[in-house]
């Protein structure tokens, strides 16, 4: 046929038309997607505010489609969601978030709101301001979106992707009998549930940033903008295995979690997923039962001397590594060991034997470091550390913490601190009430709430504490202090705290110590024995708290002032002369100002601390059931212990 004019434009006509009709009107009469409970009719007002939506341009920035590929904006968009849509309003692009399930999710309040001034609500948001719009608009457009998508208001989480969505733990703990003279029953049956591998897959993969006890506080985690996952909370105390399995092959938007399936078989995901739920989402009280020291540990002995050098290189690493849930002084009460069970040992609880008869050998020790311990969430360090770096860590407990091993003789000089430290100076930002809190949480189990050396858990030490009410530590300078309490007086059990604090909390707990104790004691403020009671304590309730359960114990709240207390305040009584009570800040007796003081008085100074002075707010260290039973012990010398 020859191509004229007349048969080029008749034929492009057809074609157009052909092309409308196969696009556009045949889809219009033969698509009838089966309904979804997403879809809805539109009520007036509803409908309204859809074509507000839709004529002020919403959908060039918001869609209302949810792709296959597409995560965090629910389930895959279907036909069925659009049945009442004429015409759809898909949107053209994502400037801002995907509205398809949006329904519930805000108030309309809110909504309106951010229209009126977007970046009240969002600072971030390159949304236009529409105050421009008609109240009715405003509201009739909120109603549209409040009525969008499922219309499910519940909190929860993103849900995972239809390809994850419904996954269980494919593995199972395999059943096993006793075994008749197990040496190691622990090990046995920790093995058979595959979950030392998945302890040893933590370590290697997942430790630095969710650290050794699970909370989200790992070394490398502060270095981050998004804080990892602490699993010992919600919603991972609770997180179905979908959530988990999704999470842990995909990562997590937005934050530097790696995507696993990229380097992990699905059977170690499962491995590591399910560690981390034993121990720390789901955990329960075990025994590790973990035998003697067995294969190439048995009868292993330290092949490192036993030197200062050596035994500084082990604090090191025990301070990086050990003392979130060992705490410094060994005693396994490190700041990070809520929720693990069994809870970290005790070092000094004698079970290790005694210098001249150690009932653990440096295999022992080595093995457990290495390999952790079954049933806990003791690391295997064996993949992080290198023989010598664990060796140096059995000769700094042995001879620190259960002091089975002879302290290797001073040598002089003990210390060769850089000028850069000597020379330094505690700056203006320091702060003295932020230094008290850091003192409390790391320094006062050792050193004591007064400074004299005798804190609760460091008296076994055999180097004793520092007394920082003693004359020699007047004349030491600010660059010193800030030398040792970095890289520690070597060959004694003080933490290398340059390895754990950041250099601004050091210069904050030297302001403290320094001012508190090494200074001459100042009068204590009279505000701070007054009457009053602070807001956050004022309609404190002794009769609730009982209500609900609790037990108040005087005999514990005795214990607890033994421990926390009496190095300030002295024994309580209830026949001392008032006119001989010391008020000063380090210390003042308390058997002047208890007649004067009620319940909800007690419990606020004991749980806000007294600004200005060393006395500290134990609510970051005591729980509220400890803190009453020292406030009923307090009471019982008052005469005001049924009080409010």
């Keep these: 046929m020859k191509m004229t004019f007349r048969t080029t434009v008749i034929g492009g006509a057809l074609v157009f038309f052909a092309v409308t009709t196969a696009v556009v009107f045949i889809p219009s009469f033969v698509w009838d997607p089966p309904q979804t409970r997403v879809a ?27 792709r296959e590929e ?20 898909l949107g053209s692009e994502r400037t801002g978030p995907d509205l398809s399930y949006v329904g519930r999710k805000r108030s309309k309040a809110w909504e ?8 009240q609500l969002s600072p971030l948001s390159i949304m236009p301001n529409f105050s421009f719009l008609p109240d009715k608009d405003l509201e009739a457009m909120s109603s549209y979106l409040f009525a969008l998508g499922d219309r499910v208001a519940g909190a929860r989480m993103i849900q995972p992707p239809e390809s994850y969505a419904g996954t269980v733990d494919p593995l199972s703990y395999p059943a096993i009998a ?17 979950l030392q591998e998945g302890k040893e897959l933590y370590v290697e993969n997942c430790l630095t940033c969710h650290g050794a006890a699970g909370n989200g506080l790992g070394s490398y985690g502060g270095t981050l903008s998004v804080t990892p996952a602490d699993f010992k909370q919600a919603p991972f105390r609770n997180m179905p295995d979908d959530q988990w399995f999704w999470h842990v092959s995909e990562g997590i938007p937005g934050t530097v979690m790696p995507t696993w399936r990229a380097s992990l078989t699905e059977d170690q995901r499962w491995k590591v997923i399910r560690y981390i739920q034993q121990i720390f989402s789901r955990p329960m009280m075990r025994d590790p039962d973990e035998g003697d020291p067995a294969g190439t540990y048995a009868g292993l002995t330290n092949p490192l001397p036993l030197t200062v050098e050596n035994l500084e290189a082990g604090k090191s690493t025990f301070t990086r590594e050990c003392l979130v849930c060992h705490g410094a002084a060994g005693t396994g009460k490190g700041p990070y060991r809520e929720g693990l069970q069994p809870s970290p040992p005790d070092f000094s609880d004698g079970s290790y034997g005694t210098l001249k008869d150690p ?5 022992d020790y080595f093995w457990r470091i290495s390999e952790g311990l079954p049933w806990s969430a003791m690391p295997a360090w064996k993949s992080q550390y290198s023989e010598a770096m664990r060796w140096e860590l059995v000769h700094y407990i042995r001879v620190n913490f259960t002091q089975t091993e002879a302290r290797p003789p001073k040598t002089e000089p003990m210390a060769d601190y850089p000028d850069l430290y000597i020379k330094a100076s505690v700056p203006k930002s320091a702060s003295f009430e932020r230094g008290k809190l850091i003192y409390l949480q790391n320094c006062a189990s050792c050193h004591g709430l007064g400074g004299q050396g005798d804190g609760w858990e460091g008296a076994y030490l055999d180097i004793k504490p520092s007394d920082f009410t003693s004359t020699g530590m007047k004349g030491k300078a600010e660059g010193l202090l800030f030398a040792e309490l970095s890289f520690a007086v070597p060959n004694t059990a003080h933490p290398a705290y340059g390895e754990f604090l950041p250099e601004d909390q050091r210069w904050d707990t030297i302001k403290f110590f320094k001012e508190a104790f090494v200074s001459a004691p100042q009068p204590l403020p009279s505000s701070r024995v007054s009457g009053t009671v602070d807001s ?15 037990v108040i114990s005087s005999a514990h709240g005795s214990d607890l002032y033994s421990s926390y207390c009496i190095t300030c305040h002295g024994k309580l009584s209830k026949s001392e002369n008032p006119a001989k009570a010391k008020e000063t800040s380090r210390s003042y007796s308390l058997n002047a100002y208890l007649p004067r003081m009620d319940v909800a008085s007690a419990f606020a100074r004991v749980w806000n601390g007294v600004p200005e002075t060393t006395m500290p707010p134990f609510q970051w260290m005591l729980e509220e059931s400890d803190i009453w039973d020292i406030v009923s012990y307090m009471a019982s010398f008052s005469g005001q212990g049924g009080k409010k």
């Design 536 to 550: 956050n304590i004022f309609t404190l309730s002794q009769k609730n708290w009982l209500d609900e359960g609790h």
């Design 178 to 194: 006793a075994v008749p003279n197990d040496p190691s029953p622990g090990w046995t049956a920790w093995t058979a549930s595959k």
């Design 40 to 66: 809805h009719p539109y009520t007036p007002e509803e409908a309204r505010g859809r074509e507000v939506f839709l004529s002020n341009g919403c959908n060039y920035c918001h869609t209302q489609y949810v």
């Design 112 to 119: 309106i709101a951010h229209w009126k001034n977007p970046r």
């Design 359 to 363: 009932s653990y050998t440096d295999a």
């Design 70 to 89: 597409d995560t965090a904006m629910g389930p895959v968009s279907k036909g069925g969601d659009y049945v009442f849509d004429n015409p759809m309003i």
